[in-house]
């Protein structure tokens, strides 16, 4: 059974992020170009659809609203254009024993594409990239990535969008 989802600019947006975060776990495992793997997820709607299950272990099949090409794009390109600048960004953030090389692959695109939109897409509001990317992190994580995810991008937005967030009242 289908079901589509309704078509707004926000839910377009955040279908952009999920599936510029899949692309770019996708890029990094297969090391396909970037154009390659934009074709599939633009032209034939790779990432559009998921399977839920509900509690009488009921498998639906939804169907995500398209993601916005033009966002997906930007934050595919510009990701892949800058991994070193967004791997020191992150690591700088990291705390503890975590660095970069121990995130997993799917973690990490989580946190480049969010490090990216966040210092080279000041037209979102920092607190909207960080709750879209910890609800992408949801998605796939069930323990405690997705406050990991949180925790490095509020202190990413911290630096790169300091007087963003000391306007906003909260410091």
Known sequence: MSRKSSRSPVQARSSARLSAVQALYDSDITGASVEAV??????????GRTMVTDED???????LSPA????LTAILRGSLARLEQLDEMISQALTGDWSVERLDSLLHAILRAGAFELSA???????V???EYVDVASAFYG???PGLVNAVLDRL???VRAVELSEDGRT
């Open 38 to 47: 934009l074709a599939d997820f633009i032209n034939n709607a790779i990432g």
């Open 57 to 63: 272990e009921q498998e639906t099949e939804i169907i």
């Open 68 to 71: 916005d090409p033009l966002l």
């Open 121 to 127: 897409m000041p037209e979102t509001p920092a607190r």
């Open 129 to 131: 990239v960080i709750s």
């Open 143 to 145: 323990g405690p990535e």
């Open 157 to 159: 937005a911290r630096v």
